[in-house]
């Protein structure tokens, strides 16, 4: 008889889904994700952009409830569909009502499936648009490092709102570096896996008030659900992880990157 999986946690402090892809969800309705999504008390959802293809049904999702938001951006995987049209649809939108970041941009050297130069012109690009739109950014940085910081130092003093390097696996000096220039570091259902030491040595080394909540979903399904599809209720766990590694208390890491989630992303509230 398999062991059964822990319930999912309602705490009573609200939570932020910082980086999600509900286009990708097919498990369940969405409606009954995000229904179920609310009754774990995530208050705010980021649905995040990745390719041409679906820069427009992510604006769609960001109004089909209140607390749905979304991103504009072009994924390294979709670096070469980049385009001067592609990149007037971003600043076009980059500054809608729903729409909160820049993002998923940045570099991943570990596939490749976009040519390396390419990549780098169509991050620069795209940073280009935050500076010009005065919008955070989300960016995926894979066996990048020495890249993904050489090109955030020609923006240091043009980005004046940084946002958040997501879905963290890269290498201490990165870190070190996002982390004094003012970045957030986004921590998922990675953090639950047991070969992931690398991330949690990432977690102990950031401050509690520049770490984001995430949950990739569909991808990066945490303990104790993996093997089934991520989706955004699954978020509390990642929570109860970072409060484990930092050895903090859960309400404190709750409440912080609850308050780190609207500096990010919704200053204004």
């Known amino acids: 008889m398999s062991k059964k999986r822990r319930e999912i946690p309602v705490f009573d402090q609200p939570i932020i889904e910082t980086h999600c892809h509900l286009d990708y969800l097919k498990d369940r309705p969405l409606e009954e994700t995000l229904e179920q999504t609310r009754g774990v008390n995530i208050e705010k959802v980021i649905t995040i952009a990745v390719s041409p293809d679906n820069l427009s049904?992510?604006?769609?999702?960001?109004?089909?409830?209140?607390?749905?938001?979304?991103?504009?951006?072009?994924?390294?995987?979709?670096?070469?569909?980049?385009?001067?049209?592609?990149?007037?649809?971003?600043?076009?939108?980059?500054?809608?009502?729903?729409?909160?970041?820049?993002?998923e941009i940045g570099l991943d050297y570990f596939y490749d499936n976009a040519d390396r130069n390419v990549q780098r012109e169509v991050f620069r690009r795209q940073l280009q648009i935050a500076c010009d739109?005065?919008?955070p950014v989300v960016i995926h940085s894979r066996e990048?490092?020495?890249?993904?910081?050489?090109?955030?130092?020609?923006?240091?003093?043009?980005?004046?709102?940084?946002?958040?390097?997501?879905?963290?696996?890269?290498g201490p000096g990165l870190a070190r570096y996002a982390l004094d220039q003012g970045w957030c570091l986004g921590f998922n259902g990675i953090t639950t896996f047991n070969k992931a030491e690398n991330v949690r040595d990432i977690v102990r080394m950031a401050p509690i008030d520049q770490i984001l909540l995430e949950t990739d979903s569909p991808f990066l399904t945490p303990v104790p659900y993996r093997g089934r599809e991520n989706a955004p209720f699954?978020?509390?766990f990642v929570a109860e992880k970072i409060a484990e590694v930092k050895e903090l208390p859960l309400d404190q890491v709750i409440s912080q990157t609850y308050t780190n989630s609207l500096r990010t992303f919704f200053p204004d509230e």
């Not at 504009?72 to 971003?90: F, K, L, M, R, W």
């Not at 993904?148 to 890269?170: A, C, N, P, W, Y």
Request: charged share 30%; glycine share 4%.
């Open 133 to 135: 739109t005065d919008r």
């Open 144 to 170: 990048a490092d020495e890249d993904t910081i050489e090109i955030l130092q020609e923006f240091e003093d043009t980005l004046k709102r940084r946002g958040v390097i997501h879905s963290f696996t890269s």
């Open 57 to 103: 049904r992510v604006r769609e999702l960001s109004q089909i409830a209140p607390w749905v938001y979304g991103t504009q951006g072009i994924h390294p995987h979709d670096a070469e569909t980049y385009s001067d049209n592609v990149e007037t649809e971003i600043r076009q939108h980059a500054r809608d009502e729903k729409i909160v970041a820049v993002g």
């Open 234 to 236: 699954y978020l509390p």
